[in-house]
């Protein structure tokens, strides 16, 4: 079955930057619409951005819009999330996910401090 590993994590001040990355194996990222959602201490598990593997057509939560980028490297079999201009209300736990489907990685914490 497929592993889903996210890395990238980190404590970071408002304003600062982090690059998460979410490798997977065992499945090809070519084959499969891929996710990055979220999850901040006690509040439900939210979506922030996709990325199609068709046209690599990308869709982001309205509150991230113009902040965090999808990406992806065929070589690397590897989706990314560059996160600028993180706020304090950006932490929370980010996992990976092939889209309709139920794996899940452990995910990487993302703290932001004010």
């Known amino acids: 079955q497929v592993e889903l590993r996210e890395s990238g994590g980190g404590l970071v001040q408002t304003g600062g930057s982090l690059r998460l990355s979410c490798r997977l194996s065992l499945w090809r990222i070519s084959e499969y619409d891929m996710d990055w959602h979220r999850q901040a201490p006690g509040k439900a598990r939210e979506f922030v951005a996709g990325i199609k593997y068709s046209d690599n057509s990308v869709t982001y939560a309205d509150s991230v819009k113009g902040r965090f980028t999808i990406s992806k490297d065929y070589a690397q079999n590897t989706v990314y999330l560059s996160m600028d201009n993180l706020q304090p209300e950006d932490t929370g736990r980010y996992y990976c996910?092939?889209?309709?489907?139920?794996?899940w990685g452990p995910g990487t914490q993302v703290t932001v401090s004010s």
């Open positions: 996910n092939p889209r309709w489907t139920h794996y």
